[in-house]
């Protein structure tokens, strides 16, 4: 990959029983084992976690939305303090996205709801036009309109300076009829190709670009998004749009653009973090996912547990309040080494900040653990079991 | 001391000049140096710091509060789960409060604007009925009646199990009379007794008492209060009680109760924890000092700083949004040797817990050093200069 000179992509084992794989995906600050979670540092901050708590908890990459950092703080003001990395103190690897996905789900009156597929009525809060130009929209900051190209995506992922980027693409909400879907999938090709027009122009090795594969639903339009994308030069690829309005049809939509994906580039999978959810994907060839969940649900008290139901606990439970053992006996992460279910208790009955900091610390190791234990499993062929021992109903 | 078999107080110097002194405290959790800083762990927890965080920002002693943790998660539970120490993870010196403070600064309708005399008028709010026996109040948490005797005070503290703990008083507001003051320091005498002999009888010599000086503003009744205590076998002294409305006013009470303070013990000036103040009150043999201010005014984006007018920045002005520096080149803080002014103005404008951590971790370590500068200070007579350094105003 003459374009990206600073990166690769080595995959390491494939399993003759299913797409699943394992890597190891280089950038300029560092190499990571796939698959791999990638947690989301949404506004240049894992929240209520601080870097030095992520490396401990063996944390490899995060991400940060260029959607969020565009308004607040703004990319200027970033590639001033030196980008990303130095401003936000972590200096691993680290992918921004698009700015598209926080648009257009805000857009559609809630974050993700609509993309995601749950289904409720379309409603125009703040996307305000999309053109074949680009996306107009208001600021979730203070209202004032903002115009977002594809050139001004590449341009403000270029300033905030993470390794691997990713091209502006239009996310179509699941309501869509198949004529929009299909209209805006080969609309997003050409801001895929106008976003790598734009990197290319500045290209100094830094940088890699995720092309995005769109299509919603649909089978044909999925594959002609994923043949088109493995086509052109990006670096990697990006699994995105409406997966649908279940698990089920997440796992088919995955399915049927899977085989069609660039064969030798690393495939990151939007948004999707749930851990039955990674064990299905990883057989399909997924590399990397990402998902505000792990670090959202501990602020509000939930604790990821191997082989717990709905794979996790409730620690606001009374059940936890004189509790004195650890969430999890097996985890050796710097919570369950620590600190009592009884003290992380009380911390959330307390509305304590230190509680929401300890249960993330410990939610952030469960991931990485999984994924540890993930790629172990794809090269033993003990996928199967690993599946019934994280989740066993 | 033979009722404190594992405590003692050196003191390793006395100025010429001053009741300026340095000593060492001993406690079964390790020993510290004096003078010193106690952060404020009210319900078991420094707000939003971890205790590796503050091991790291060299904090070397902390408290938490009797009157939150009898409440949430309750005495015995922190008993059942082994204790303090062991509940909130934190292995060094720990001090815990009588409940009585915030038990009368509530019921005064606010924390602490009566005690601290800023004049608001009475008003009842949970404090129901103060007897010879003990304080009637209503629980912060849910409203429920809670009756607090000296005895259950001690036996409280036994089950928290912190090495230092301090006997119940009365602490009266800014405008009570002189006959009112008179009275309850008096019954806070015979509380301290029934303290002391509650405390004797069970006596492990795991934690040591802190009796409390009282007597508001009035000169006699400090100097009666100091002496009764003196008299009395308590491991250390508490300045307690109202001390005035006006910084000059609490100097001038610390000034007139100090000679008739035992000379031998370690004091402890409660609820003062300002930069100025220290700097003043140790010339008068204050040894540790406590306040919620470091890290209450850290979560509001109010850096401390050596120097700065009125001793500290505010990072939520917009003179920091592009500024590179640390709050302070000259501190060695993780926040300052980490981040810029600009990520951390960029992190209260976008509301994030991690803003709150940094600074309350840069705040503590500030008053840190100011502690080992003031110790250096005494030894080497620049009390003045160091002064003058801190607070050039």
Redesign the interface.
């Known amino acids: 990959m003459t374009n990206y000179p600073h990166f690769g992509f080595d995959i390491t084992y494939k399993s003759p029983n299913s797409r699943a794989r394992t890597g190891v995906l280089k950038t300029p600050h560092g190499d990571i084992e796939t698959p791999n979670f990638i947690f989301c540092g949404t506004?240049?901050?894992v929240?209520?976690?601080?870097p030095?708590d992520l490396k401990r908890a063996r944390t490899d990459i995060i991400l940060a939305n260029t959607y969020?950092l565009m308004l607040?703080?703004g990319a200027d003001?970033i590639e001033?303090?030196?980008g990303l990395h130095k401003?936000?103190?972590w200096n691993g690897p680290m992918l921004t996205d698009s700015g598209g996905y926080q648009i257009f789900a805000m857009g559609f009156g809630s974050v993700s709801n609509e993309i995601k597929g749950s289904g409720t009525r379309y409603k125009d809060k703040s996307l305000l036009k999309i053109t074949e130009e680009g996306a107009h929209f208001r600021a979730y900051t203070d209202g004032h309109k903002v115009f977002l190209t594809p050139e001004k995506a590449m341009k403000i992922q270029r300033q905030l300076g993470p390794d691997l980027v990713v091209q502006l693409d239009e996310c179509t909400p699941f309501h869509a009829s198949r004529d929009y879907t299909a209209r805006a999938m080969m609309m997003s090709r050409r801001w895929g190709d106008r976003c790598l027009t734009e990197f290319m122009a500045h290209n100094d090795g830094k940088q890699a670009t995720y092309g995005t594969v769109s299509g919603g639903v649909y089978e044909d339009l999925r594959k002609q998004s994923a043949e088109a994308n493995a086509e052109r030069d990006f670096f990697a690829v990006a699994i995105a749009d409406c997966l649908g309005n279940s698990k089920e049809q997440m796992y088919d939509v995955v399915a049927f653009t899977m085989p069609h994906v660039h064969p030798d580039r690393p495939v990151h999978l939007l948004g999707i973090g749930g851990i039955g959810d990674i064990l299905t994907q990883v057989r399909q060839g997924i590399d990397t996912f990402d998902c505000v969940s792990p670090t959202r649900i501990a602020r509000h008290g939930w604790a990821l547990k191997k082989g717990a139901p709905k794979e996790r606990l409730n620690l606001r439970n009374a059940e936890y309040?004189?509790n004195?053992d650890p969430i999890d006996a097996d985890c050796e992460c710097?919570t369950c080494e620590?600190?009592?279910t009884?003290?992380l208790?009380?911390?959330f009955?307390?509305k304590?900040?230190?509680g929401?900091?300890?249960v993330s610390i410990h939610n952030i190791y469960t991931m990485n653990r999984l994924m540890r234990e993930v790629r172990e499993a794809i090269r033993t062929e003990t996928l199967d079991q690993l599946h019934k021992e994280w989740c066993p109903e």
Chains 1, 2 share one sequence.
């Open positions: 506004k240049a901050t929240k209520s976690v601080l030095d969020h607040q703080p003001i001033k303090m030196g401003f936000m103190n309040r004189e004195p710097h620590n600190y009592s009884a003290y208790h009380h911390m009955k307390a304590e900040f230190v929401m900091q300890l």
